[in-house]
């Protein structure tokens, strides 16, 4: 690894002043006549190998191709000569109590084994199998040897040793003095090298000595400070999950830099003061900070360490690893950047003599056993060694190392030679795919080219994808451009209603509307809304009971150019009135089944109830053409907000239109099929469930109550409705394929099963098609804001168990999708960045709420039409090598449980108006089960405290059940980080503290009492369970509720319904209710 001599910034001429100095200081190395020792970093490798004993991952293995007449004798004598010159080659390990012990053994004749080989593919294969093959550090010597004949004239010489004798550099000694060596001895002539002042093992016991107490504090000083905080793993967008225990599979990607590239780098280079190592490491910086979405990145560099001069002329084990830990901040300028790792990589050098493993030691990093500790990358810059080597007049040619192990998530290693820098990529083959390194040499050439040309740019604004990549990313980003919608719904229905006014259109428990009769009811609604004096705009709120009429309310009001806002008559009566407040409706619009829970809101407005008996009265037909336009708003919908005050987001009738044409286009529907409406109003799928089986004249259940979720009735009605397709969450998936497996049966109309709301496992989607084959599997994605679904993967048949989640697949018509960085750059596929959406599908904004709205809907930079927008979803996602796209979490905080989209901060603003509550921190977490939770942590500091349940009864009458954490923590103080951000780390985990507050523990007090206790401690992930305390203030659900009475009919009975334990929460009371209905039917 000798140094380019003419460049006075590269980094060994920048070591060797600082050796210059030392050496003044502590004199030179000299022989010692004491026993061998082991270095620090001969003793750091002995015990890795014998803590992962990995195969050759700690060999070094060289294979070169000679061409030409070889004397064979005298390359071996050669290579013989060589071991006995270096006693490192010799020096074997063997363990005394535990503790590595050193021994030089006497070398009576080395081997050169020749093999003969077919081919050249063989020869290929056999030198990967020797790379891996272990080396015995017990018996001497540490270098294998041999020489794969292929013919007379053309060899391929295989030298093996391990890592513990040598280095980078040492491979460069060994070269050139076989190649010395060989030159004497093939003409008969005697050795020509001088002898060796001084062995590896002298260097050892020098270090011990020069490297005191007094210099090691002071080095491990400058790490400490150099490397404190710093993140402990390095978020590269692996391609598979990253398994519990590395197993170090790696491979190789060859690589050059063109030869006119690798000119104008070290011309540039020279211009700006910096080595072509700094130059380099800068650029691979930004490339890790652009794959990984963080400012700060630690990479791990060899330095020889050829400290005093003495060893430069030794092989051994000297390189030590420094950590280079820099800042690509987005908006610094390239050339300032350049400057900023120039200086880091200099102080780095000045305190290089500390070994790696103390560093460890000091900086007292997590440790796991699935990645290296500090860094996880590495970066290698050295010279090429083929000039070095020659053997005679044959020539010789390195070969690419053939090892199939590789110590690092990532290693990038050059070579400097004359003409181009060239090298590899080595890749965890666990991780990554084989086409990441193809990308990722392609990223680094641009990003390289980039830089140099226009050093001055944001790091932000550098290139790194091609023109190629560029187009394949606006392909997968806009899979299909259908034809504009161009007809609005009510022009579709009354198209059915001229075709097939019998036909079914709706239906729900016992009422049956057809088309003809779905129509005159809209329009019966719409004359009763507009004597009420609703105008076009102006919204109304529908506070209604899912239904037929609930439908028929809908349509009334896109008759009259009204948009709705759909109410949820059961949630709390607190935040329907904080959402009727903030939509400023003009008319409410009841039923008489809801009516009586209006009574308990304060309306902002008049209401109108729709009992059948005034609606009679109403005229059935509606001559006008409809008043909304394609380009008006068709409904607001609230999703949970960050301020703890729900969004209004709205919607356009272009974009539900949008919406419903590519659900009816990817679910081929027909005037055959059935949709089942089964989800609340006030999510944004129940829109398109109740209007979407109009485009086609097809028919929609409604389902409500248990129909709608209880899985054995959710099944009867599946089947004996003769749904063909119905939406749920992953979760309630899995139930409903519980109730499948207990009770096997025929759904022979249904057609599609459609996943949302949460991310759908691969085991779960396998599991659909093991029970159902002939039944299709959607997985669908969208945000309110963009009129819900904007993605759709369309499964027939079971995937392959390649991936734990399934990928949300490919924009549906008239939609476009981006994964962009912070700055709205594109990012490869692979790479996490932010998913943006833009098209006909992206909403209006949030109603009267001008600053989120910009926040939210920014100016689209893709798209040259006027007013086109993008809406930042502010979900984490990828693209996939084949396209498709994934969805890997919230960029903040917002959480999903049960498929529902969660706030956390209104669930805080919701703790902080309680009089007890002063601050509150709200998080998820997966329970026993591996299912999301909320979990509130409170700060409280009156006296006494508010309880954990009373919190939780506190949240239960302001937010949804499903809003309301399952377990509160009650803290004294939040740990706080430096930047004065809470230390999440530091909360305590959901087991660590009672789930289930105060209430006094009262045991089971018989064998079916103790069944039931296991069984809920079970489902719930709590160590125990009274007979007292309620299932929901444990931290249940409705979901596992399903689940929960499942598994307790083997105890009570198959009677039990989950409705009983609605009304009867406790063990207690479940078992005496259940005792009372025995005696009654006897």
Known sequence: MTPAEQDPHHPAHLQQNLLQRRRRANGGLQASDAPPCLSAAQQRLWLHQNLEPVGGLYNMPCALRVRGAIDVEALRRAIEAHVQRHAVLRTVVEALDGQPQARCDALSRLELPILEMADERQALDWLRGEADAPIDLARAPLLRTHLLRLDSRHHLLSLTVHHIACDGWSMGVMLREIGQLYEAFSQGLPSPLPALAVQYGDYAHWQRQWLDEQRLNSQLAFWRTQLADAPALLALPLDHPRPAQQRYAG?????????????????????????????????????????????????????????????????????NTLVMRNQPRAELPFDTFLQQVKQQALAAYAHQDVPFDRVVEAVHPPRSTSHAPLFQVEFVLQQALAQRFALGSASVEPLPRASGYTKFDLTLALEDSPGAITGQIEYNAELFDDAFAVRMVEHLRTLLASAMATPQARLAELEMLGDDEKACLRRWGSASQDPLPDRHLLTCLADWVAVQPEAIAVEHEGQRLSYLELDQLANRIAHAVRQQGVTKGQRVALFMSRGCHYLAAMLALFKLGAPFVPFDPGQGSQRNGRMLQRSEPALILCDLASAPALEHLQAPCAALCLAPASLDRQPTDWPEAPASGLDDTAYLIFTSGSTGEPKAAMVSHLGMINHLQAKAHDLNLGRDDCVAQIAVQTFDVAVWQFLVALLPGARTRVLTGLQAWEPRALCDQLEACQVSVVETVPSHLELLLDELQRQPRALPRLRWMISNGEPLATALARRWFEHCPGTALMNAYGPSECSDDVTHLCLHAAPEPTQPYQPIGRPIGNARLYVLDASLGRVPAGVVGEIHIGGLCVGQGYYKDPARTAERFIDDPFDNHPGARLYKTGDLGRWDAAGNLHMLGRCDFQLKVR????????????????????????????????????????????????????????????????????????????????????????????????????????????????????IWAELLSVERVGIDDSFFLLGGHSLLAVELTTRCREVLGQGLQVTHLFNHPSIAELCEHCAQALEETV
């Open 251 to 319: 491979k190789t990607l060859r690589l050059a830099l063109p030869g006119e590239l690798s000119t104008q780098l070290r011309r540039f280079a020279r211009a700006q003061g910096v080595t072509p190592y700094m130059l380099l490491l800068a650029v691979f910086n930004i490339l890790l900070s652009r794959y990984s979405a963080s400012e700060d990145i630690l990479i791990g560099s060899p330095v020889a360490n050829r400290f005093p001069q003495e060893t430069e002329a030794l092989v051994g084990f000297f390189v």
């Open 899 to 1014: 498929g529902c989209r969660i706030e956390a901060g209104e669930v805080e603003a919701v703790l902080r108006q309680h009089p007890a509550v002063e601050q509150s921190l709200v998080v998820g977490a997966a329970d026993g089960n591996g299912q999301q939770q909320l979990v509130a942590y409170v700060i409280a500091p009156q006296r006494p405290a508010p309880s954990a349940q009373s919190l939780r009864a506190f949240c239960r009458q302001h937010l949804p059940d499903y809003m309301v954490p399952a377990a509160v923590c009650l803290l004294d103080a939040f740990d706080l980080l430096p930047n004065g951000k809470i230390d999440r780390a530091a909360l305590p985990a959901l087991a660590s503290f009672d789930q289930a507050g105060e209430l006094p523990y009262r045991a089971p007090r018989d064998a079916r009492e103790r069944r039931l206790s296991e």
